[in-house]
């Protein structure tokens, strides 16, 4: 005969008055976490009371119930009904609906207070997205469900972003199949064709980090930084249907937009248009593309320019505007550290002048027609226009007043050469026929040789002079360079000093873009604006130019005759290879003076520039120096494609270089020891990670 099976009973059930329950000191809940007293209080006067109170009878010292009951479990919900009653929303005898325990039971009211806070189940993520959806649905705006739950909007349009992730990878994730910050990381794209693909992809290896699934649905795509999104803006992109994704739980930049194609499209008709403009000016030529090579104008002729003038409202404004930038400097010029409302006004001060000092060039409508303009895109996004280049066929100038002058100018040299060799022929010889003494009489230009002579002492003279007076050769050192670099003139020059302007004919395609390409165009065309036009008045400017600017502009111009490029020799190569060895060792030699380092001037490995242009070991070799041998295993056993993209993250921020620019640069991950230590956003797959913590 089967055992009956003993039957439980449950605690009863009533409502009692407010005034009647005070707060169980058995209660285990110290420490206050998650929503507040207030929040709560809010939530139970906008839906009233969810859950009952656990209560107990509160006994005298002769065990008799005093008509009062203790809560050990549902602390926070009384101190909420608390305040409601404090703010006379809730009478403080309205009835609380409570499950009342038995006095006499064995279980301790601690027990009931533990068991409520422990067994509680956290709401599963997934569970929490689709209710939001099936609120959202039903009729509520995200604010109102942000409201209801007390939590950011941020945090709801989060949830409701899981929306656009495959269904078959929520089944994944709801059987602890994957992550929540692999989950979210899927949400960066809506394409869950592609989602499933990457999935699929991931699953079979090692690393199925988010950064991974984040790279690999965007590796197609175009940031929002990117010079090419700023130039056209989010907008117009939307507008010709474009589509931006946008991640909602990492910081994104702006997101990335998903149709390079479209992009492109606008940005070269943005520069078309910007290029007829500057067409219409009447330029001979105009060209157009989305960048120049660094030094693409260095065969050209660049033709002279004025600048717009000031008026005398800009001049009034630009006096103004210095007077008040030296008062403040003046006033904060022992401060540590300028107030944050000063250092802006100081930011927008420089603006401003700058804005007023860089001047619209005015060109010779004659120059204008035979000279023509690059239009491109500058690397902060801008439009890049530079007007005032000609090629030197078209400057050559074949005018009948310019042809009968260069006769003229042929025919007395041929008169003078004759002189010459006439007094030549006949220098120490006795003449004493009367036509030799009339032609004593006639006043003649004299003998080229003996201006030859003249002018030989005259320039020893000159040398002497000059090495005696450091100002004067400065200046005239600077006006030599200033007339061959800024004007490209070299005929002329009574100093035979000057620097060849060194070419790069071999270059990646981002150096045009690169930080110090901008800074030298900057630089170059700050100086340019300040020089006079007239080569006279070029020569008393920088006489009369302070010294800390002359020596500014001299490194300047010098800067230009850098040359330290490796060049690949052969058997009748023009140059050998001790001599570009020679080079290269003066080159380390005057980086390490200048204290260059390649990272702060914005270099850094990618894929394009370096890691895949060469082969796997030099990729392992270059992780290995950064990062340690464990980052350098985690990535051995991809292709190389996937290797160098992986390498390049891997890499990012590690200081790294490669040892063709290490020279003169100190603490390189690689020269001394490796780095370990992985950045905060890379960690290692979970079958290295096992081992790391084991080590």
């Not at 009973?9 to 000191?25: A, E, G, M, N, W």
């Not at 409520?116 to 705006?141: C, I, T, W, Y």
């Not at 994704?245 to 990335?256: I, N, P």
């Not at 505007?321 to 008062?327: N, V």
Request: with cysteine; hydrophobic share 40%; net charge negative.
């Amino acid at each position: 005969m089967a055992t009956a099976i003993q039957k439980i009973s449950l605690s009863s059930s009533r409502d009692i008055p407010f005034h009647k329950l005070v707060l169980s000191q058995s209660n285990v809940r110290r420490v206050k976490s998650g929503l507040s007293i207030e929040e709560l209080a809010r939530d139970i006067e906008r839906r009233g009371l969810l859950q009952s109170l656990n209560v107990r009878p509160v006994l005298d010292d002769e065990g008799i119930e005093t008509g009062l009951f203790e809560v050990p479990a549902g602390g926070r919900r009384f101190r909420a009904l608390e305040l409601l009653v404090k703010q006379k929303k809730l009478n403080k005898t309205a009835p609380v609906p409570c499950v009342v325990r038995d006095a006499q039971t064995a279980i301790l009211a601690e027990d009931d207070s533990l068991a409520e806070n422990v067994q509680r189940v956290a709401l599963h993520p997934l569970d929490q997205f689709r209710a939001f959806r099936d609120m959202l649905e039903k009729g509520m705006s995200e604010e109102e469900i942000a409201a209801a739950f007390f939590v950011p909007v941020a945090v709801v349009k989060q949830r409701l972003r899981l929306m656009t992730v495959s269904e078959n990878l929520l089944d994944v994730y709801e059987r602890d199949g994957m992550r929540l910050e692999q989950l979210m990381a899927f949400s960066i794209s809506d394409d869950t064709a592609r989602q499933e693909q990457v999935w699929e992809i991931i699953a079979q290896g090692h690393n199925r980090e988010p950064y991974v699934i984040r790279r690999m649905l965007t590796e197609k795509t175009v940031r929002a930084s990117d010079a090419r999104a700023r130039f056209v803006g989010l907008d117009p992109y939307v507008a010709a249907g474009g589509h931006v994704m946008r991640d909602l739980f990492e910081a994104d930049d702006g997101g990335w937009l998903q149709d390079p194609a479209i992009l492109d499209r606008l940005v070269m008709e943005k520069l078309h248009a910007a290029a007829e403009q500057v067409r219409a000016e009447g330029w001979k030529w105009v060209e157009t593309d989305l960048s120049f090579p660094w030094g693409h104008t260095r065969h050209l002729a660049e033709i002279d320019s004025t600048a717009v003038p000031l008026s005398e409202e800009e001049t009034a404004r630009l006096e103004a505007l210095r007077g008040e930038q030296e008062a403040i400097e003046a006033e904060y010029a022992q401060a540590d550290e300028l107030p944050d409302e000063v250092d802006s006004r100081l930011g927008q001060i420089e603006q401003a002048i700058e804005a007023l000092e860089t001047r619209p060039a005015i060109f010779d409508p004659g120059d204008v027609v035979r000279a023509g303009a690059f239009v491109s895109l500058d690397s902060d996004g801008t439009l890049l226009i530079e007007r005032g280049f000609a090629h030197p066929e078209d400057m050559e100038d074949d005018s009948p007043s310019d042809t009968h002058t260069s006769a003229q100018a042929v025919e007395a040299s041929t008169a003078h050469d004759e002189n010459d060799d006439h007094a030549i022929a006949g220098a120490g010889e006795p003449d004493g026929s009367d036509d030799a003494e009339d032609e004593e009489d006639v006043r003649r230009p004299i003998p080229d040789r003996l201006l030859s002579e003249l002018t030989a002492w005259r320039t020893l003279a000159l040398r002497d002079a000059l090495a005696s007076n450091p100002h004067v050769a400065l200046t005239e050192f600077l006006h030599t360079l200033c007339l061959n670099l800024f004007r490209d003139d070299r005929s002329g020059a009574c100093l035979e000093a000057g620097v060849r302007s060194v070419s790069l004919p071999v270059q990646s395609a981002d150096l045009a873009t690169s930080m110090p390409a901008h800074d030298v165009r900057a630089r170059h065309e700050g100086w340019k604006q300040d020089l006079p036009q007239d080569e006279d008045a070029l020569w008393v400017w920088l006489d009369r130019l302070d010294e800390t600017s002359r020596l500014a502009l001299l490194a300047h111009c010098l800067s230009f005759g850098v040359n330290a490029l490796f060049e690949k020799t052969g058997p009748h190569a023009a140059i050998s290879p001790r001599t570009i060895e020679r080079r290269l060792a003066r080159s380390d030699r005057l980086a390490s003076a200048l204290r260059l380092d390649p990272v702060e001037a914005g270099w850094q490995p990618t894929v394009e520039n370096y890691l895949g242009r060469v082969t796997k070991p030099h990729i392992l070799d270059a992780v290995r120096e950064a990062r340690g041998e464990q980052a350098a295993e985690m990535i051995a056993h991809l292709k190389k494609v996937d290797m160098a993209r992986e390498a390049e993250r891997l890499l990012e921020g590690s200081g790294w270089l490669p040892e063709a620019l290490r020279a003169g640069v100190p603490d390189v991950p690689g020269q001394d020891a490796a780095n370990d230590q992985l950045p905060e956003h890379v960690s290692l797959p979970e079958f290295l990670s096992v081992e790391v913590a084991a080590e």
